[in-house]
């Protein structure tokens, strides 16, 4: 089976402090994955790929294929981090979209 | 060019009754997915098009949903016989199957409340 997993509902941190939000995929062969966030107010958009391997505001994300993760991580979170980000893994044909955690960052 | 649009924005019905949501997606591209994204929830897959193949219906909740797509362009999303559970907001992506990865581009959303 196909299969995106956020376990996290809500997470919550203060400013500063670094976050990790989790994603674990079931998928037979070589996994394509990606973050997508929601801003309060915007559409939703793509935050990054896994294949760019690149650092967007911050954040980045390893495949491990080992414990087949692809976790996102933050050193230090902001304020304006406060969203709700869906991890997705690019199935057969289409995307599969996990259900999504919400971070809050306060001050 | 434009993004993906969608209308109407904000729609309040009553319960039974029917209602369509219009999506209009980025020129060009041949993929195109409904979501439902109920408050405080994830994103709810429903159905999705790709070119001339037979659409993905397999997120469908209901035989009260359905979805039309005019060759590459507009799809409509109906949903007959409104229940008050239907509310929520209903997203749309398109994208371009490619090198790109599968980016979807989503719209802003039609918010329906069912009275």
């Known amino acids: 089976a196909q299969r995106v997993t956020q376990p996290e509902k809500l997470l919550s941190v203060f400013k500063g402090a670094p976050v990790e939000l989790k994603c674990n995929y079931s998928y037979s062969g070589s996994p394509e994955l990606f973050w997508y966030v929601q801003y309060s107010r915007q559409r939703l958009q793509l935050l990054l790929r896994h294949i760019s391997r690149e650092s967007i505001k911050g954040f980045t994300a390893d495949l491990n294929k080992g414990e087949t993760s692809f976790h996102l991580k933050k050193p230090f979170a902001q304020e304006e981090d406060s969203a709700m980000y869906y991890c997705?893994?690019?199935?057969?044909?289409?995307?599969?979209f996990g259900t999504g955690t919400r971070l809050q960052v306060f001050p | 060019g434009a993004g993906v649009s969608q209308s109407p924005s904000n729609k309040v019905t009553e319960k039974g009754k029917d209602v369509e949501l219009r999506c209009d997606p980025i020129?060009?591209?041949?993929?195109l997915y409904w979501y439902r994204q109920r408050l405080g929830q994830g994103l709810e897959f429903l159905i999705y098009?790709?070119?001339?193949?037979?659409?993905?219906k397999s997120g469908l909740p209901s035989d009260r949903f359905s979805a039309e797509r005019t060759g590459e362009s507009v799809s409509t999303l109906t949903i007959q016989r409104t229940q008050q559970e239907d509310s929520a907001v209903y997203l749309c992506a398109s994208s371009f199957p490619g090198l790109a990865g599968y980016e979807q581009y989503f719209g802003p959303g039609t918010r329906l409340t069912v009275t």
């Open positions: 020129s060009g591209h041949t993929a």
């Open positions: 098009f790709q070119g001339n193949s037979a659409p993905d």
């Open positions: 997705a893994l690019l199935g057969t044909d289409k995307l599969i």
